[in-house]
């Protein structure tokens, strides 16, 4: 199974489109740590303008932190459309070029190419995660230095310098079990056709309906939001609330791990009953 999994990365990333999004992250995050070097203060003064009359604070709130949380607010709900672009050619990728014979006839099992695939997949999740965490929070770090952190929700929080690199890491965990949702989703569509721009618009097209029927305050529509994988993905910003809803938040991720065993589950059912050589 190793090996397996190495040969689908190495396809991976032998293709241009997988190296978009991390073009597009290091661009995006890049533009964003400019913007607040430059004018930062302004965006810091606009924050705390509730506050700053009858508080007088000292420290670094311009910080990497600060940076870091901003990135994350500002892209996450885009980095799914990166993930679409390669788990949408997981497997319709094989039939644009006629390798399904190829691969049924090697001593593996369905089973086998499915799994591979899709952890191969996760793989190239999680280094995408890894690489825009290292260019929000590592090399803002570097440049705007540590300091408390302010965060601007429903109330306006300051964090301790001792309480914010774990929020981070679980708010990075969380967002790699929600952009699993994504690849199983574009990997479910990849099954279902034989060109990989079809997942692509299909994918992208559920998340845009689901995040309208989400943001629609309808009374209807409350009770199918509970089952809307989108309305479970925004549950991280409560790890930097205080005190933090462990409860609506372990359940948000058992609601994202079923549906991507779910998800994986009818992938695979498709994929071992189609027929690869008509």
Do not use: C
């Amino acid at each position: 199974m190793i090996m397996l999994i190495g040969i689908e990365l190495s396809k991976i990333f032998r293709k241009w489109r997988s190296y978009i999004g991390f073009a597009a992250v290091g661009l995006l995050v890049g533009i964003v740590q400019t913007a607040i070097y430059f004018q930062g203060s302004g965006y810091l003064s606009f924050a705390t303008r509730s506050f700053r009359d009858s508080f007088e604070y000292t420290g670094n709130l311009l910080n990497g932190y600060l940076v870091a949380h901003l990135v994350l607010q500002a892209l996450y709900i885009h980095i799914p459309f990166l993930i679409v672009l390669v788990g949408g050619d997981l497997l319709a990728g094989e039939a644009t070029a006629g390798t399904y014979r190829m691969l049924i006839t090697r001593p593996i099992s369905r089973f086998q190419i499915v799994m591979s695939k899709f952890i191969a997949g996760l793989i190239y999740t999680i280094l995408l995660l890894f690489f825009l965490m290292m260019m929000s929070l590592g090399v803002s770090l570097l440049i705007f230095g540590t300091g408390e952190l302010i965060v601007v929700q429903k109330s306006i929080i300051v964090f301790a310098k001792n309480d914010i690199l774990w929020r981070f890491f679980f708010a990075y965990g969380f967002a790699a079990l929600s952009l699993g949702v994504i690849l199983s989703l574009s990997f479910f569509f990849s099954s279902l056709v034989e060109n990989a721009i079809g997942p692509i618009f299909a994918t992208m097209a559920v998340i845009i309906i689901f995040m309208i029927l989400s943001a629609l305050n309808i009374e209807g529509l409350k009770e199918i939001r509970p089952y809307l994988f989108v309305t479970h993905m925004t549950q991280w910003t409560s790890i930097f609330d205080v005190p933090i809803d462990y409860s609506n938040l372990f359940k948000s991720m058992l609601v994202l791990l079923g549906h991507i065993v779910g998800l994986f589950t009818i992938t695979f059912l498709i994929f071992k009953r189609k027929d690869i050589l008509s």
